[in-house]
C-alpha cells in the first residue's frame, strides 16, 4: 500500500506535466494558426496555378498539403487530448 509521500510526489509530477502540456498546447495553437494561414495561402496559388497551367495542379504543392493536413490532424488530436503523441517539432514529420 502507497504511504502518503508516495501519492504527494505522483501529485506534483502530474500537476507540473500538466502545465507543461499546457505550455506545449498554447505553442501548437500558435502553430496551428500559422499553419492555417499558409494552407489559404498556398489554396490561392495551386488555384492561378491550375488556372494557368490547363488544370494541371503543382505537385509539391499537393504534397506540402497533404503533409500539413497530417500534421494538423495530429496535433488536432494533441490539443483534444486524444493522443499523448506530440507534433513536429517534438516527433518526426510524417
Same mark, same amino acid.
Given at each position: 500500500?502507497?504511504? %502518503? %509521500? /508516495?501519492?504527494? %510526489?505522483?501529485?506534483? /509530477? /502530474? ?24 494552407? $489559404?495561402?498556398?489554396?490561392?496559388? *495551386? ?6 497551367? =490547363?488544370? =494541371?495542379?503543382? %505537385? *509539391? ?7 500539413? $493536413? ?8 494533441? =490539443? ?13 514529420? /510524417?
Amino acid at each position: 500500500m502507497p504511504n %502518503d %509521500d /508516495d501519492r504527494s %510526489d505522483v501529485n506534483v /509530477d /502530474d500537476y507540473e506535466n500538466i502545465w507543461l502540456r499546457l505550455v506545449h498546447m498554447v505553442i501548437i495553437a500558435v502553430l496551428m494558426s500559422m499553419a492555417s494561414t499558409l494552407l $489559404g495561402i498556398m489554396t490561392v496559388a *495551386q488555384f492561378l496555378i491550375m488556372l494557368v497551367n =490547363q488544370r =494541371q495542379p503543382n %505537385d *509539391q504543392l499537393a504534397e506540402m498539403g497533404t503533409t500539413m $493536413g497530417v500534421w494538423m490532424a495530429k496535433a488536432s488530436r494533441y =490539443q483534444t487530448a486524444a493522443s499523448e503523441v506530440k507534433p513536429w517539432p517534438w516527433t518526426e514529420l /510524417d
